[in-house]
T-cell receptor, first 114, second 112 residues
């Protein structure tokens, strides 16, 4: 069937290399940011989050960097594996929006070369 | 735990038909939301709920209704389906203290 995200920007990375996926946000009041991973045919899955009072947060093989000055967020994946192939979304929320509202970016497709 | 369960997984409707997309969660989450996902456009919020009996509109609510009679269930109703509603629909939930949503596996809807 048709794959969601056919027209998304694509990042192609050699297996074993590091991947860096970038995201720009527009709301300077956003105070919480999340990265989601969406594999084909599945719903988004939480990867890692970061609050606005932090610049960097590390998880297992993943690191999120936040630059509030230029409103930029990045996700770094170390030693990229075939299982990392997916669409990656950043999401943001602010204390001024409804507690239930999380705004998603348009996503980046990560493709792994063997 | 089943998490967030959406039914059906696939659906084809004719223009003008109505239907209900089901969503149920077994995590006792207060917050539930419906998103639609179109190619190249990420996820857009349709409706959301902060608890049983409380719902509100998101970014793209037109053509959809929701209700939240129980904590567990948050059905999305299409009143009169249009081709523009062809999309993948995701239901998500989270607890009141958490900020990260748990998503269902989606319903792929085609309106012809």
């Amino acid at each position: 069937g048709e794959s969601v995200g056919l027209h998304l920007p694509t990042l192609s990375v050699q297996e074993g290399d590091n991947s860096i996926i970038n995201c720009a946000y527009s709301n300077s009041a956003s105070d919480y940011f999340i990265w989601y991973k969406q594999e084909s045919g599945k719903g988004p899955q939480f990867i890692i989050d970061i609050r606005s009072n932090m610049d960097k947060r590390q998880g297992q093989r993943v690191t999120v960097l936040l630059n509030k000055t230029v409103k930029h967020l990045s996700l770094q994946i170390a030693a990229t594996q075939p299982g990392d192939s997916a669409v990656y979304f950043c999401a943001e929320t602010s204390p001024y929006s409804s507690a239930s509202k999380i705004i998603f970016g348009s996503g980046t497709r990560l493709s792994i070369r063997p | 735990n089943a998490g967030v369960t959406q039914t059906p997984k696939f659906q084809v409707l004719k223009t003008g038909q109505s239907m209900t997309l089901q969503c149920a969660q077994d995590m006792n989450h207060e917050y539930m939301s419906w998103y639609r996902q179109d190619p190249g456009m990420g996820l857009r919020l349709i409706h959301y709920s902060v608890g049983a009996g409380i719902t509100d509109q998101g970014e793209v609510p037109n053509g959809y209704n929701v209700s939240r009679s129980t904590t567990e269930d948050f059905p999305l109703r299409l009143l009169s389906a249009a081709p523009s509603q062809t999309s993948v629909y995701f239901c998500a939930s989270r607890s009141g203290t958490g900020k990260s949503y748990t998503f269902g596996s989606g319903t792929r809807l085609t309106v012809v």
